[in-house]
């Protein structure tokens, strides 16, 4: 799920007629003051990061005057919230808030109902894992027709929301899932819906997420990545990311596992096929090493495809080794992957004397592709252990082997 920022889908909740508050995005102090200034009035300041809980963290402040936002935007400026940098802020007009409601659409894949569902509540402002069952209405979408008015008044009604707020109440619920619909939504989340004093209704804040299949229909959002990250994607996700656009011979993906490989025990890790991927990460935890990355070169992707992933792969500083954990017995010719492999280490070992690698080819070609390898690496200044089908099954060998060449590059490098 790709998550678009608060004030993206206030833009989009907007577009479809539900009332938002007045503001604008500010990446510097004196923009956020500018945009108070323009406000004139008290405002609250925003932290636009894709994580949750900003209030609690101190991310949502108040300023009655625009010396005030502007310093609390440059001390929410280059806050951390979750994993995430702020980089902008949203500057808004403060409501006079009389009552806060939840509205949320997200899909129900369970098989008695798979469809979208809308969720309202009367106990907006925290999170609707956190609100008693009693106080949660559901009702299921007909994704043909969308709401209907009168389904959304029976649901504010029952909830409970008081008559002169009724109409605007279930007018928002409504085209909330009109907006749910039009941008191929996984979530979209209206919490708090403001009821503010003077009796409107108003989004007061956003959560909108998009279903990674269906980014490509919506370029004007920007998405670089169809992914939720655990945090902001870095250089090495954006590189992984971009391997399998412009190339589809096979399939070639990366990504980060951490970001801070400050501990010793990070392995680059590149894995042939998702089955091996998962007994490669055991093979390594087993023995208390750590894949400071995830990577996938498979359905027989040409050797050009398999040296970038290498490459990306061994980019890493901070690792301590590199597997090649082909544990499969692939039926694509394997030297595709010899020949990708030998260049990439060619080029880095130079780089890294005595770096521990451990490969693990087998399938079609096989012989031939070991040949290659063993050929290529030769005399390279590595500490290389090449292994196939014999091997494929046995993933504590193929593990304590690793830890084995990382515990002498260990005591080599500390002499
Ligand atoms: P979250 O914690 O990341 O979900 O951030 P929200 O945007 O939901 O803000 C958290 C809380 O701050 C809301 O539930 C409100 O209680 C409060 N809040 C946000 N905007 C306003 C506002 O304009 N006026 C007032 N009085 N409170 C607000
Ligand atoms: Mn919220």
């Given at each position: 799920?790709?998550r ?23 990446s ?24 949750g ?10 300023a009655d ?16 919230v ?31 109902v ?33 709401l209907?008015?009168y ?43 403001i ?70 025990g ?17 093979a ?22 398999v ?16 597997l090649?954990a ?5 039926n ?19 780089n ?22 063993r050929e290529?690496?030769?005399g ?30 260990r ?5």
């Amino acid at each position: 799920m790709a998550r678009l920022f608060e004030h993206e889908g206030k833009r989009f909740l907007a577009d479809a007629g539900i009332a938002v508050p007045r503001g604008g995005v500010a990446s510097t102090p004196k923009e956020a003051y500018d945009v108070a200034r323009r406000m004139g009035k008290p405002v609250v300041v925003k932290a636009q990061v894709w994580a949750g809980g900003r209030g609690k963290a101190g991310a949502v402040r108040f300023a009655d005057t625009p010396e005030e936002a502007e310093n609390l935007a440059g001390a929410i400026l280059g806050m951390e919230v979750g994993r995430f940098p702020v980089r902008t802020v949203l500057v808004e007009e403060k409501l006079d808030i009389e009552k806060e409601y939840y509205v949320g659409v997200i899909p129900d894949f369970s098989r008695h109902v798979r469809s979208p569902v809308v969720i309202f509540s009367t106990e907006g402002g925290m999170n609707i894992e956190d609100v008693p069952q009693d106080k949660i209405l559901k009702s299921r979408i007909d994704y043909a027709k969308g709401l209907p008015l009168y389904d959304a008044l029976d649901m504010a009604s029952s909830a409970g929301v008081p008559n002169k707020s009724l109409q605007e109440v279930a007018r928002v619920t409504a085209r909330t899932v009109d907006v749910f619909k039009k941008y191929d939504c996984r979530i979209l989340e209206i919490n708090p819906l403001i009821l503010t004093r003077d009796g409107k209704v108003i989004a007061g804040d956003c959560r909108m997420g998009i279903d990674d299949n269906a980014v490509f229909r919506h370029p004007e959002m920007g998405i670089t990545i169809p992914r939720e990250f655990p945090w902001e994607p870095t250089e090495f996700d954006v590189v992984g990311w971009g391997i399998d656009e412009t190339d589809f011979r096979g399939s070639g993906f990366a990504m980060k596992m951490t970001v801070d490989e400050v501990s010793p025990g990070f392995i680059g890790f590149h894995a042939i096929g998702g089955g091996a991927a998962m007994v490669g990460m055991d093979a390594l935890s087993r023995v208390g090493l750590k894949p400071a990355n995830f990577a996938d070169t498979s359905g027989n992707p040409v050797a050009s495809k398999v040296y970038r992933v290498a490459k990306l792969v061994l980019s890493q500083p901070n690792i301590e080794g590199y597997l090649l954990a082909g544990f499969i017995i692939a039926n694509q010719e394997q030297w595709h992957h010899a020949h990708g492999i030998v260049r990439a280490l060619r080029e880095e070992l130079p780089n890294r004397p005595g770096f521990p690698c451990v490969l693990l080819l087998a399938g079609n070609k096989e012989e031939e592709s070991l040949q290659i390898l063993r050929e290529g690496l030769g005399g390279l200044p590595g500490r290389i252990e090449i292994y196939g089908s014999d091997r494929v099954e046995d993933s504590d060998f193929v593990g304590g082997r690793m830890l084995a060449l990382v515990e002498e590059y260990r005591k080599e490098k500390a002499r």
